[in-house]
Nanobody, 121 residues
Framework: QVQLVESGGGLVQAGGSLRLSCAASGSIFGINDMGWYRQAPGKQRELVAGITSGGTPNYADSVKGRFTISRDNTKNTVYLQMNSLKPEDTAVYYC???????????????WGQGTQVTVSS
């Protein structure tokens, strides 16, 4: 059984910062790509940032220059540092990771439960 547990969401004023964390635990035999998605009310879930197992990041255009994704492979954890937050960043943020849960199995994607980020103007 694999779990992704997120933390770090909350309420912040525009221009402020938050740092999200997501730790994977359970039966883990390898983690490939990890990432953060978000879903605002009435909108589809969208990719915010992703990072490969080797540490190569990619970002949505809307967050480039403001958000930084990183990972600690020794802790099976991915982070999202969010600076210069805007009201339009308000959403539920979900962690995603491609994990192999047995030594012989394929990688499959897992999701966290989501953490609310609210940016007030």
């Amino acid at each position: 059984q694999v779990q992704l547990v997120e933390s770090g969401g909350g309420l912040v004023q525009a221009g402020g910062s938050l740092r999200l964390s997501c730790a994977a635990s359970g039966s883990i035999f390898g983690i490939n790509d990890m990432g953060w998605y978000r879903q605002a009310p009435g909108k589809q879930r969208e990719l915010v940032a992703g990072i490969t197992s080797g540490g190569t990041p990619n970002y949505a255009d809307s967050v480039k220059g403001r958000f930084t994704i990183s990972r600690d492979n020794t802790k099976n954890t991915v982070y999202l540092q969010m600076n210069s937050l805007k009201p339009e960043d308000t959403a539920v943020y979900y962690c995603n990771a491609f994990i192999r849960s047995t030594w012989y199995g394929a990688f499959r994607d897992y999701w966290g439960q989501g953490t609310q980020v609210t940016v007030s103007s």
